[in-house]
């Protein structure tokens, strides 16, 4: 049971590429977030997921997207990266809608633009 | 809307010690709160949460958490401070809707030997 994962760990991006992260989980669960953590701003969330084929925008989607084809994947999607995108990127799950479950974590990708 | 603030950026402690990282929330309705734990270059554990109950609320690793109503509080404790305790640490409350956690900025602890 891997859990959360996360591809890639590292990435670095000139300012107007393109690139896709993938997290996956094998825990069945129906909920999925994408966050990106910066610097004294804790993490925020960007783009969430009820179930597949479903997905909703966070606190911060603005210049990102996302796809729910597959229950287990949650993609993230950098159309026309901007340094102002360098960040850490964390994905997470959990098992449905309650607001008391745990969310749990992947190990997070490193990406810069430059 | 809910916030979580987390006062302090950085708690500095001496091994064997009692440590305490404070958390403050502001919610609608019953609130749900979390800490996690992050180590350099990891993803965030789950360390400990509070649905409902026992104002103490007891996680992983020793540590323990102590709900307060009144003030709409959320601190993290640990009787005993060891040295591999130093992480980034965040509280997180979660809100209304979709079941969105809402973070706050992390406080990082130092445990000295």
């Known amino acids: 049971n891997a859990g959360v994962t996360q591809t890639p760990k590292f990435r670095v991006l000139k300012t107007g590429q393109s690139m896709t992260l993938l997290c996956a989980q094998d825990?069945?669960?129906?909920?999925m977030y994408w966050y990106r953590q910066d610097p004294g701003m804790g993490l925020r969330l960007i783009h969430y997921?009820?179930?597949?084929?479903?997905?909703a925008k966070g606190e911060v989607p603005d210049g990102y997207n996302v796809s729910r084809l597959k229950k287990q994947n949650f993609l993230l999607g950098l159309e026309s990266a901007a340094p102002s995108q360098t960040s850490v990127y964390f994905c997470?799950?959990?098992?449905?809608?309650?607001?008391?479950?745990?969310?749990?974590f992947g190990p997070g990708t490193r990406l810069t633009v430059l | 809307a809910q916030s979580v603030a987390q006062p302090e950026d950085q708690v500095n402690v001496a091994e064997g010690n009692p440590l305490t990282v404070k958390c403050t929330y502001s919610?609608?309705?019953?609130?749900?709160l979390f800490w996690y734990v992050q180590y350099p270059n990891r993803g965030l554990q789950f360390l400990l949460k509070?649905?409902?109950?026992?104002?103490l609320v007891k996680g992983s690793y020793g540590f323990e958490a102590e709900f307060n109503k009144s003030q709409t509080s959320f601190h993290l404790k640990k009787p005993s401070a060891l040295v591999s305790d130093s992480a980034l640490y965040f509280c997180?409350?979660?809100?209304?809707?979709?079941?969105?956690?809402?973070f706050g900025k992390g406080t990082m602890l130092l445990v000295s030997p």
């Open positions: 997470a799950s959990k098992p449905s809608g309650g607001r008391t479950d745990t969310q749990y």
């Open positions: 825990m069945n669960h129906e909920y």
């Open positions: 997921s009820v179930g597949e084929g479903t997905t």
């Open positions: 919610v609608s309705g019953n609130p749900y």
């Open positions: 509070y649905i409902t109950g026992d104002n």
């Open positions: 997180a409350v979660s809100g209304s809707g979709y079941s969105t956690l809402t």
